[in-house]
T-cell receptor, first 114, second 116 residues
Framework: AQTVTQSQPEMSVQEAETVTLSCTYDTSESNYYLFWYKQPPSRQMILVIRQEAYKQQNATENRFSVNFQKAAKSFSLKISDSQLGDTAMYFCACSHTNAGKSTFGDGTTLTVKP | DTGVSQDPRHKITKRGQNVTFRCDPISEHNRLYWYRQTLGQGPEFLTYFQNEAQLEKSRLLSDRFSAERPKGSFSTLEIQRTEQGDSAMYLC??????????????FGPGTRLTVT
């Protein structure tokens, strides 16, 4: 069984600033993927960034990057140069390679303030 | 690529009625997932298909719930004898066949069910 924990229900950041969202997970699998998804208000969920557990290098996608600490089972998301359009709920998720489903955390609501 | 679509987007029903939702995945995706999301929580896995085969079903899915994907394309999720606790957003997602991207899920807009 997998669990994903997001300990920050709500966060806010000023436009153009940097913010880090936390996520910890637990899995007994050795091969797995970690994801951050974004769910804007009343809109559908989209994938932000993906990390393969076997890769040591942290994934980056433009202004989004992760800090993957495998031993600590930590997977945080850093958003640089925050924009108003980044306002959304962010979900951390884990999927192991022998099953398609993902286990999601309860999300962090991020508000970017002008 | 028109994305994952779900129908209807909203459904209001009375307790005890049956409801059916439809999901059309991205055309070349062979995996299809159903999740349930209640307010303030992350999506909870319900079931998943690879092509037409239902490979896994959550314990959350009581015998009032059934899902099908008859030809490996669209899927339906039926809830019989609805209860107020079934009120939630029902999300469908699909993922492509093969390769590392097969673990990335593309979500539809969801069907919001309200049971009165």
């Amino acid at each position: 069984a997998q669990t994903v924990t997001q300990s920050q229900p709500e966060m806010s950041v000023q436009e153009a600033e940097t913010v880090t969202l936390s996520c910890t997970y637990d899995t007994s699998e050795s091969n797995y993927y970690l994801f951050w998804y974004k769910q804007p208000p009343s809109r559908q969920m989209i994938l932000v960034i993906r990390q393969e557990a076997y890769k040591q290098q942290n994934a980056t996608e433009n202004r989004f990057s992760v800090n993957f600490q495998k031993a600590a089972k930590s997977f945080s998301l850093k958003i640089s140069d925050s924009q108003l359009g980044d306002t959304a709920m962010y979900f951390c998720a884990c999927s192991h390679t022998n099953a398609g489903k993902s286990t999601f955390g309860d999300g962090t609501t991020l508000t970017v303030k002008p | 690529d028109t994305g994952v679509s779900q129908d209807p987007r909203h459904k209001i029903t009375k307790r005890g009625q049956n409801v059916t939702f439809r999901c059309d995945p991205i055309s070349e995706h062979n995996r299809l997932y159903w999740y349930r999301q209640t307010l303030g929580q992350g999506p909870e896995f319900l079931t998943y298909f690879q092509n037409e085969a239902q490979l896994e079903k959550s314990r959350l899915l009581s015998d009032r719930f059934s899902a099908e994907r008859p030809k490996g394309s669209f899927s339906t999720l039926e809830i019989q004898r609805t209860e107020q606790g079934d009120s939630a957003m029902y999300l469908c997602a699909s993922s492509p066949r093969g390769g590392t991207r097969s673990y990335e899920q593309y979500f539809g807009p969801g069907t919001r069910l309200t049971v009165t």
